[in-house]
């Protein structure tokens, strides 16, 4: 099992910046993929980005070139940096990941609230 919490949410202005963290409870060399998915009110959970650590990170085509996805193995942590952003870009982001023993399950964290305003 691993225990993901998330933080640095908030409330920002259009073309604003907001940074997300996600810590992992173990090494993150035990999972095999991790990532951010996001919910607005009424909508489905969709995909933010992912990253497995060796490839090319996937994004979203509504945040390509805008949000960047990092891996601090030292922290076991992955990062979502959030640029210019957008209303539409508002929601709960919540924290996901595959651990390489159990790569079709996902643990989830508890979500972050990211509001952009005009």
């Known amino acids: 099992q691993v225990q993901l919490v998330e933080s640095g949410g908030g409330s920002v202005q259009a073309g604003g910046s907001l940074r997300l963290s996600c810590t992992a409870s173990?090494?993150?060399?035990?999972?095999?993929?991790m990532g951010w998915y996001r919910q607005a009110p009424g909508k489905q959970r969709e995909l933010v980005a992912s990253t497995t650590g060796g490839g090319e990170p996937d994004y979203a085509d509504a945040v390509k070139g805008r949000f960047t996805i990092s891996r601090d193995n030292r922290k076991n942590m992955v990062d979502l940096q959030m640029n210019n952003l957008k209303p539409e870009d508002t929601g709960v982001y919540y924290c996901y990941a595959h651990l390489l023993a159990e790569p079709a399950r996902p643990y989830w964290g508890k979500g972050t609230q990211v509001t952009v305003s005009l």
């Open positions: 173990r090494s993150i060399f035990d999972i095999w993929l």
